[in-house]
């Protein structure tokens, strides 16, 4: 409470610099009006972006998150319905491959392309290699590789990317059966672009109003199947009008027939 009554400009000064000096915090800072601004206002004292292989390492994980559960859930009834295909944008190194394997039976003949920036690959192709991972799992760092694969599964990462649903599909000459979105950064009510402190460094950030992101899908050839919010994992946009408001959702849209 008595933190509230000073000045607000001191309190903003002073979250600038924890956010600046953030290790291990989820922050964000500020609202601008484009993706591209929202870089361009970043600190510089840290790199911008994830492409650092040492820390991919280090954020390596086979953990299952209370808020991975949807998205294992649709990953394993794609399977179940005959899909055997899944391209997981913005996988970092294979986490969510090596985490779901822990509780799914992988098929007979999947294929698990992930695709991240350049440096997190180089870490996720030498953790298979250690692993004695086969070619079920495979590395890019071109989304548009995702043509023809049958589930395209976006978990944490569309809200770092410039292009929106649209774009990324629009680039995909066989679009995937299925699209898994799972712990997407959203708002109800308008979409908010800010900058996130990853630590080691910074990145633009979308948070899309929601109903604006579940009409890209529709107007994109989808049918919704499923949709979910990721209670109790939290975000806080501060000193931004409704920055508190945003929110994680997923859902599971299928390909309209014809």
């Not at 695709?115 to 989304?143: K, M, P």
């Not at 995702?146 to 770092?160: H, R, T």
Request: proline share 5%; aromatic share 14%; charged share 25%.
């Amino acid at each position: 409470m008595a933190q509230n009554l000073l000045p607000r400009a001191f309190r903003e000064a002073a979250y600038r610099r924890k956010f600046i000096d953030n290790v291990d915090e989820h922050l964000f800072m500020g609202s601008y009006e484009s993706f591209e601004a929202a870089a361009a206002a970043a600190p510089t004292s840290k790199p911008m972006g994830f492409d650092n292989a040492a820390e991919a390492r280090r954020l390596f994980s086979q953990k299952i998150f209370f808020y991975d559960y949807p998205g294992l859930f649709w990953i394993a009834r794609s399977f179940e319905d005959g899909l055997r295909s899944v391209f997981d944008l913005g996988g970092h190194a294979g986490i969510k491959y090596y985490a779901f394997r822990r509780v799914l039976n992988y098929p007979s003949g999947m294929r698990w392309r992930t695709c991240d920036v350049a440096g997190v690959i180089q870490a996720g192709r030498e953790i298979a290699a250690e692993r004695g991972i086969g070619e079920e799992l495979s590395f890019t760092s071109d989304y548009k590789e995702a043509s023809g694969f049958d589930v395209l599964f976006i978990s944490g990462c569309l809200q770092f990317l410039p292009e929106r649903m649209p774009q990324i599909l629009a680039a995909l000459p066989v679009k995937p059966k299925r699209i898994i979105l799972n712990t997407t950064t959203v708002h109800p009510e308008r979409t908010i672009f800010t900058v996130h402190s990853l630590g080691f460094g910074f990145c633009p950030y979308r948070i899309q109003k929601y109903d604006e992101l579940m009409a890209d899908l529709v107007e994109a050839g989808y049918v919704r199947r499923d949709a979910w919010r990721n209670e109790g994992k939290l975000i806080e946009v501060p000193f931004v009008e409704g920055g508190d408001a945003a929110y994680y959702a997923g859902c599971c849209f299928d390909l309209r027939p014809g």
